[in-house]
């Protein structure tokens, strides 16, 4: 693959230099004297398959963050991988996000072979835009994407094409039951929960909070010129650890998941919250209980919300959902990534009995996040300060 | 929302607030709706202290179970009510609805329940009845002529309501409860669509245990029906829709029925008098004391209706049953006397000053896109801080306690108190801002000062009040703004009345404005300059973006808000207002008046215009029907094209352009407006070869995002016309793309 004439800079090589390894991938550590040189291989799909429970939404929060950071972003692609993402983005939705950023310049080997219609950006833009989702899992992954910077903010299965407004939350919940149709849950007949409505009316809430809170920055102008939001489902398989006095020394077993990931590009919970940019010198324990008062209304009232209409997501129900699909979440905006697991065989701490002391006696998640690193811990670590927002919910699929 | 939610009000003591059923339909409703939607309920409506659930298809007990065992309670605070309505055997033969409460819960643990006061069920039902519009007037020249013999102006529709499950089944499990609960051989109804309330009892007679059987149900279309009606039995149900006379019912007796068997949804007492009805659901009449209903109905009789003496035309009733038209048009005109005096007064204060400006996007709802720069106005215009200052004197209660600041910092007010020469009242005074309210110190019988800039959220100021009816018991609260901004007359005087009503009636604390201003809120769905930037984004992202749009493009991405560079150039550069303008007084520092300004008063005139010209000021009798300048199936509301025609200067259409709801400017299903809007943005081509057509590009604009429709072969025309003028390409592509 020949290098765009002016290139400089080691390339990121996608998915492999964006993975969470020993030592964490840092957005900025991915440019290279301002310019953000990306290589797409035509093994990108052996190389994705091979990786077990990759978050390619933070890969793409990371990337878009470090696109902001540079003031050059090229995209170098093998004519292989090119031909299929140009024909095909919205089922790789890291490749499809490297196709919406605005500035980004596309060179691939193929480009002198006298072929280059396939490679039609504004084509494969078009692609993404009026993509529908397939529904009961024809595909493996899939992403709807907001190209707000491209006026493409509007795809079809989330806002109406006619009134252009977002679908009201019926709608969404509606496209997330079909997209999960065919598939059967867990038994939990004790909470009387519908699983996949209660997983829909979180993905329907996580969604509206990225069209109030991911596309405008504190003074209401787009967010830049790679403002982008997005739905991302994905299929895969979830790591469950062995059960608790199993005494054959099984290291586990994989059971097929679910992911439905919600990211934005916007200025992130504490900036939304507080209407107040996000520093170095902010206090992390302060990000942190915003972050949790975003998710939560009472979780802590000695902060003042500046959001005249409050719409915290409601971490208590989201955790009770979580906990009756046995699945996990996963969040990293600004600082902070946290997580809560309520995957069989996983230590949950942070849990309390059932707060009404009139209704039968249960064991419930406290409204609380625990940290990534520390693990267990509802103690924040600092990680790189990163762009907006995103959100992974994992279950398993039985 | 999962659930529908209807509203009432209800008195206890002095304290007023509303009372919300919340009815579901869901068979897997789960703690993750009710949460859900207590949250919504409680954003949009602060003041609801009471929340009934009814969850018709389901037991009370699984209810009860689906709302404890989940979190859905802890999203309610201790002043919050959480019931269930029960429907239960009550005195010998007959039903009765009760609430059991579910929050807070008692320390006893004990679900204890209450009846539910019939004013509550029928203020719900009426609320059933607004929303559907059940109540259909005729149109000037026309009447009615029902089928009970009479004639009258108005009905009542049913049917309207009749469009979910959640609507039918609030309406059978009411009904159901105005029977004696007793198994029905036969149920009938009195029109068709009443069939779904009939199956809807039926099923939850069998969930709550009444009925074992599902009775056969048979429709006997109204009057005209009764005497083909089979032999009655004493056991035989009857549902009837609506009545304005009774006479229905009374009929029934007369040929068997039980008067406890036939029960009427809805009555409209009427002039005449209305003592057919037997068990009625909701007694639509208005009574003083009565927060909801209508006044009575005037039925007359063929021979004395003073209608037909007036050769109304007499429209014939077949049950509920009536023809479809076309839609009519509704001109919404814009003329002299549509900006109201104060209005005027207003603008003259507040233009020129730069500090009028436009909210290119918004992450709020329902709020004015216009945006007040009062530190601004304060600065530059005498008589704002004039006002202001007079009504802060007036109206600041004495003594006084605490100041709470609703957008100003602390130090904005300090330093506005000390230039305002305000130290004497409130110097020194404890100042909070309002979100901090919430860990402030009670003061019994105190006094606060609610101290607001520029007033558009009328929801954050209804929360404060809430808050502040703790924090200050038996207190004197005072609100006093700047400005305050209200879309109606009756939406200014709720929240009048809201802030100002208390335990000693309607005067208990005082709420006075600087200024009002009568202003629409934001469109929901994306606005004119959002719109426009997706638009040109687009071109943008596909290579078409001509040059002439890169620098307002980049504009448009770089603009929060903006009181200048709002609208597109016209030929001769920025669009300025002209001379001799009817809503300004042109003759002073013309200069100086901003796009901002134009927008901002052009939004005035088109929300006094939807308003019938109703001011800020008038008296509640001066309003209009609230359906008067909506969209409806019956018709269709669209700014009269006399409007761009009359006021030719480019800067004003620009701002009705972008001020106007798209649905105003769709005349694409109406031939001869269509036609007008089309004449005249053909002028404005053939003017741009002599130098005038300044508004040409927002026109091109408007059609080119679609705010504006006209019917497709005017488009062509349009299209058609561009290319033998010598505009522009840019403007061309825009003509074009909607073609």
Redesign the interface.
Known sequence: MPPSPDTKGKPVRLPQDLLLGKVPVRARDLCDEGMLRVRVTDDYEALVAAISGWSEVLAIQTLLTAAKLADRVVVEWQAGIARKAFASPPIFPLLAVLLVL?DAEHVHDAANDGDGRQFDL?SA?SAIHSHVLSKGFFVDSQIVLC?D?????TPHDLYDPK???LRN??DIETVVLDLLAGHQYRADHE????KP??LA?IVA?LFENTH??G???L????VGPNSVRGLVIKRMELKVPPRMGTKDGSAGRSVAALELSIFDAGVGYFSSFTREGLGPTTDLRHEWKVLHNCLE??YN??L???R?????M?L??VL??LQSLGGSLEIRTGRLFAYRSFVEGELQPQMQI???????V?I?PKPVLLDTAKRYVAQPTEHEQLIGSSVRILVPLE | M?GLALFTRFREGSFEGNVCLLVYDLP??????L??DF?DLL?QHPNTPRICLLAPFHSVE?IR??A????????LDKAVTLDVATLHASDPGKLAVSTTSLHP?LTT?EYRPATLNKEIIEGWMADLFRLHRGLVSAPPGVHFGKGSQRHADRFLRTSNLLLSSKACAVCAYFALAATSGRQPRRLFVDTAPLLSVALMMQRIAAVHGFWEVAPPSDSFSSYGGVDQLPLISKDDLFLISASTSGGLAKKLVEVGAQPASVVTLYLLESTEGSEGAHQVVCDLTYRPGRTFGYSKIENYRPEACPMCRRASFLARLEGDQFLLQKRAVKRLRIVKTTQTEDARKLFEVFSRHGALGV???????RQPEIDFDLQRLLKTAPEVKEQFVRVIRRFAPAPLDAVVLVGWSLQAFHSFVKEAGLERQLGGIKAV?A??L??MEPVEGGGVLVFVGVLN?H??LRQINAQLRTIVPGGCVGYVSAVTVAESRKHLADLRVFLQFGEHGPETFIFRSAFEVMLPPRP???GAWE?E???????????KLPTEMVERLAWL?????SASDLFLNGKSGQLRLARDFAFLDTTQALDSVTQGDVFALVSNLLASARNDGVSLRATSQADSPAALWSQSVYGQTLLCPSVFRLFNDAVLRAAFLRAAHRTELDYSSDLETSQEVADVVVAELQAWLHGKGDALPEFALALATSRLRLVDHHVANLVEVARTCEVPDYIKLMLASRS
């Open positions: 605005r504004a833009r190209a910077s491209l006026g493409k903010s009134t252009r407004r939350r019926a909470y009387g929960l519908s409505k209660a009316i809430e109030l809170h596309r405008l920055d003074d209401l102008r787009p209304r009472h009232p000695e003042p919300d500046q005249s209409s409050h719409r915290g409601g208590n129900e009770r959902s059932n707060p009404s002391e009139w209704t039968p249960h419930w | 999962h897997d409703l789960s703690g993750a709706h949460s859900s949250r954003d699984a179970r689906i404890t065992h989940s979190t859905a309670l802890q999203r819960t643990g909210r290119l996007r918004d992450q709020q709802i801002v979100h901090d919430g860990w959220d929801a954050a929901e769905g994306f719109l930037a997706e638009y040109l984004m687009q071109l943008r992202s596909d290579g991405e770089a603009t929060g808000t």
